[in-house]
């Protein structure tokens, strides 16, 4: 138990609260002198301050400077609610009810702009800061707010003169610009848009007005004229448009400059004084370009009016083998092969009567030493001179022509080749596999394991072999055998085909489905039953390892065209392949494909190409192939 304290124990103490008493005065007197500067403060401020409880809404203080802007007696002005002096009350309700729903003591983020009003009901805008405060445990809003009538008057006097001088900038006949001092363009008037002849997102983010000086030098001589004299009129500048045209212009600029005196660019007014004569320039210029190309152009250019030559270029005479100035006034008709001129002169008489004439075609020219030629003629009818006449275009395509009868005869002596080596194949090949079925099903024992095995081997290889020879007489005949060309219903064909590969379908228990919308076509019946049967085939190997494979076989409308497509799940192809798998022999190196010739997919685009259509794949490796294919639509 301890004792009772001493008597000095006790004076200590005595002197230890002293102390602390003092310290408190010290410190309620700091506080009496900074409230008393608060209130001098919260007084004198020239801007009107307004105290809010947050929970009633009740305004419980205000200054001097509040009661003279919303023109009440303090008595008055302390009677009412915050929302009685807003103009927008749910703005101001949201607020304080964000304020009394117990948020942390904080500043507000920055000044709002909101519209008050007098006790006379008068509205005008103000600018508050705000800031939320505890007294006694409430919360407290403190606002500062300032008349903002007159600024709001000044910006609208600024935007109605930004606005006048918007007007005048935009419908200025005149090119009007503003650049940066680096030559970037800040904005940009309608006329100066027509006048340089970019888009206005093209000249105000892509091009500096350097780039539009034909002589770069002449824009560092107008900044040092203007940055002397900070401005310059009717400055002489030859500018480019987009185009590459030129322009003699007068330019009239003046400086822009930062409230420090800093050149922040230009903003300048173009003229163009020349556009007539820039105008001849240009057509003396395209004139004289055009005699070039014409008189250096690899093609024949003619002019044929009243059935005679009046203007021929050096090619016409090289291709005829007139020296040019023969050729002027010469009958266009001796120009022609006599089989031609009645085809050429009928031609000629409906262009210039304004009828539908085909205006490329080809005929038999004559040489002025009798030769025959072919040409190549492109027409149309023009003025010259006030009267009509025809323009031409001719091209020597004699030695095309050459070419394409000696590959026709070498083509034919090929078909012919691959029809005999064919048909001389194929009986072997048939005796081969004959033979070796017999011994296989008569010696089978005697042979053993061994024998047997490559026994198969050449049944299989002769069995290859036949399919390939078959197809190689399939694919020469193609073309060669003329079409027999009606109205077939595309879904029976289709039928048919799964029909006859039913067996192969069963076996890999392949799902089928065939849309209902397949249409009757104008085709070669036979030929399509190839195109859908080799791509069917194909579409079977291709899904052999796939769980639950499927092919679709549809159709959709490709205006002018029929649209057919083949599509599988099955293992894809890869976009490397997709061109070359139309190639002859080219199979793709998978175990699925050992039983292909690679003359499926070679037959089908040549047949789809005797039809008028194309054929291709659209695939990715793993993710299955759609075939399609297009037939034109005839009536």
Not at 544 to 566: M, S
């Amino acid at each position: 138990m301890s004792g009772k304290p001493s008597y000095e124990e006790l004076e200590q103490r005595v002197k230890e609260l002293e102390r602390e008493a003092g310290d408190c005065k010290q410190a309620q007197d700091a506080l009496r002198e900074s409230e008393a500067s608060c209130r001098l403060l919260f007084s004198a401020e020239p801007d009107a301050i307004i105290i809010v409880d947050a929970q009633t809404k009740r305004i419980v203080d205000a200054n001097a400077a509040a009661l003279t802007l919303y023109e009440y007696s303090r008595d008055e002005f302390l009677r009412l609610r915050v929302i009685e002096i807003s103009a927008e009350q749910e703005k101001s309700i949201a607020y304080i009810q964000e304020v009394a729903s117990g948020m942390p003591a904080v500043a507000s983020p920055g000044p709002v702009q909101r519209l008050h009003k007098k006790k006379g009901g008068m509205i005008f805008p103000v600018e508050i800061s705000s800031g939320v405060f505890l007294l006694q445990d409430r919360r407290m809003l403190c606002a500062i707010i300032r008349d903002i009538t007159e600024r709001k008057r000044a910006e609208e006097a600024v935007h109605e003169s930004e606005e006048k001088y918007r007007r005048l900038f935009d419908e200025s006949i005149d090119a009007i610009y503003i650049t940066s001092r680096e030559g970037k363009f800040l904005d940009a008037n309608q006329a100066a848009i027509e006048l340089f002849g970019y888009a206005r997102e093209e000249l105000i983010n892509n091009i500096n007005i350097r780039k539009l000086y034909i002589y770069p030098g002449d824009r560092d001589k107008f900044q040092q004229e203007i940055e002397e004299k900070g401005s310059v009129r009717s400055y002489p500048i030859e500018f480019r448009k987009k185009n590459g045209t030129g322009m003699n212009c007068l330019l009239t600029s003046t400086l822009r400059v930062s409230s420090d005196g800093d050149i922040l660019g230009y903003q300048g007014i173009i003229r163009d004084i020349t556009k007539r004569k820039l105008a001849e320039e240009a057509l003396r210029e395209s004139e004289k370009k055009y005699s070039t190309l014409v008189e250096n152009s690899l093609t024949g250019i003619y002019i044929d009016q009243d059935e005679k030559i009046v203007f021929a270029n050096n090619r016409f005479a090289e291709i005829y083998r007139y020296p040019k100035g023969q050729l002027i006034g010469i009958e266009t008709w001796r120009l022609v092969h006599p089989e031609d001129r009645s085809m050429t002169k009928q031609m000629r008489a409906r262009r210039l009567s304004g009828e539908d004439a085909q205006s490329e075609y080809e005929a038999r020219g004559l040489t002025k030493d009798g030769e025959t030629i072919w040409i190549t003629r492109r027409n149309a009818r023009i003025d010259y001179k006030g009267r009509p006449a025809i323009l031409g275009n001719v091209v020597d395509i004699t030695e095309q022509k050459r070419a394409e009868a000696e590959l026709r005869k070498t083509n034919e002596e090929l078909k012919n080749f691959v029809d005999a080596v064919s048909h001389d194949l194929k009986t072997p090949v048939i005796a081969i596999h004959g033979f070796a079925s017999r011994l296989l099903k008569h010696y089978q024992e005697k042979l053993g394991d061994k024998g047997s095995r490559q026994l198969e081997q050449i049944m299989a290889g002769a069995r290859r072999m036949e399919l390939l020879v078959s197809d190689l007489l399939t694919f020469s005949r193609i073309g060669r055998i003329v079409p027999t060309f009606e109205h077939v219903a595309s879904r029976e064909i289709v039928r048919n085909v799964i029909s006859g590969i039913q067996n192969r379908i069963k076996e890999k228990e392949i799902e089928v489905v065939v849309a209902d919308n397949l249409p009757t076509i104008y085709c070669d019946g036979e030929r399509i039953y190839q195109v859908f049967e080799n791509l069917l085939v194909n579409a079977t190997k291709f899904t052999a390892d796939v769980k639950k494979p499927k092919i679709e076989i549809g159709h959709e409308d490709g205006g002018d065209l029929h649209l057919f497509y083949v599509r599988d799940n099955g293992i894809g192809i890869d976009p490397e392949h997709h061109l070359r798998i139309f190639e002859m022999f080219h199979r793709l190196r998978l175990k699925e494909d050992e039983e292909g010739t690679g003359l499926g997919l070679a037959i089908v685009d040549r047949i789809i190409k005797n039809h008028g259509g194309k054929v291709w794949v659209e695939s990715e490796k793993d993710k299955g192939a759609t075939f399609y294919f297009t037939v034109p639509k005839r009536s």
